[in-house]
């Protein structure tokens, strides 16, 4: 009879029904600029919406530029439960969102490590993937390797120099201060830290992204210098742009999309 007269469920009713509005938030505290500057945001967003088309779930993209702002959504999506869920990225260490999502206790996931134990997070081994960029810099007999790091309020940018710091030490080699220097994840970020490091003349560097990496690039060959012959450089993420400048960079992969469409699946299983 259902397959006769053509029946189809309507959304609102089931929703209403079931108490559940079968949409997901995806929450990113970040201006739109950064978030479309950096292309590991496009990849991570299309891998949350693949896994919400495989769940049947609808995905609604909140982003805020102002904490007056972001007050404003939260209330609104609090006191109406609009969703069922929120799936949050880009978050820092010290900000305020996270701790009242908990308070208000809306099923939630973090994409990325977050320090608070109560929170269900999705992220890649950064520590191991960093740490093993630089053994095997350190193997091919480098030894004055340098790092440019993320946004130290990044979990992310956190755990890829804390990698290259266990690297050195398993190693029993020291680590000199002066060539860890501070990056933002933009190409522009890397190319002023490149910038920084080149007159304390390393032989290698690590990089934390491959946007800052490709940075790093430019202003090694402003310099007059070589990759690899003057020194080698290594990124992290194995995005697209990797493979496209010239040479082709040595980078750690992260699965960026399938951290997304685990998210969702994690989500959904908290739900």
């Known amino acids: 009879m259902?397959?006769?007269?053509?029946?189809?469920?309507?959304?609102?009713?089931?929703?209403?029904?079931?108490?559940?509005?079968?949409?997901?938030?995806?929450?990113?505290?970040?201006?739109?600029r950064s978030l479309f500057d950096d292309p590991v945001f496009p990849r991570l967003i299309q891998g949350i919406s693949q896994g919400c088309s495989t769940h049947d779930y609808t995905l609604s993209l909140f982003l805020f530029h102002s904490l007056d702002e972001e007050q404003k959504l939260f209330g609104g999506i609090s006191r109406n439960q609009l969703l069922d869920g929120v799936i949050v990225t880009a978050t820092r260490t010290g900000d305020t969102l996270i701790p009242r999502l908990l308070e208000s206790q809306a099923p939630l996931v973090v994409q990325g490590r977050h320090?608070?134990?109560?929170?269900s997070y999705v992220d890649a081994d950064n520590v191991t993937g960093a740490a093993t960029a630089v053994t095997h810099l350190l193997r091919l007999g480098y030894r004055r390797i340098s790092t440019v790091t993320g946004p130290l309020d990044s979990t992310a940018a956190q755990d890829r120099k804390q990698g290259y710091l266990d690297a050195h030490r398993d190693r029993d080699q020291p680590v000199d201060e002066a060539l860890i220097v501070s990056g933002d994840f933009t190409q522009t970020?890397?190319?002023?830290?490149?910038?920084?490091?080149?007159?304390?003349?390393?032989?290698?560097?690590?990089?934390?992204?491959?946007?800052?990496?490709?940075g790093a690039l430019q202003a090694i060959r402003r310099a007059g210098l070589t990759v690899p012959d003057d020194i080698a450089l290594v990124g992290f993420d194995d995005l697209p742009?990797?493979?496209?400048?010239?040479p082709p960079l040595i980078t750690v992969r992260q699965p960026i999309q399938r951290l997304g469409a685990l998210a969702v699946k994690t989500l959904i299983d908290i739900l």
Not at 3 to 24: D, F, K, V
Not at 241 to 246: A, K
């Open 115 to 119: 320090e608070d134990p109560r929170v």
């Open 2 to 32: 259902i397959t006769q007269t053509g029946y189809q469920p309507h959304p609102i009713a089931r929703s209403l029904s079931s108490r559940r509005s079968h949409i997901i938030g995806l929450v990113i505290p970040l201006a739109i």
């Open 241 to 246: 742009q990797s493979t496209m400048v010239d």
């Open 189 to 214: 970020g890397g190319y002023e830290a490149m910038q920084r490091l080149l007159p304390r003349q390393p032989d290698a560097v690590f990089v934390a992204s491959d946007t800052m990496a490709t």
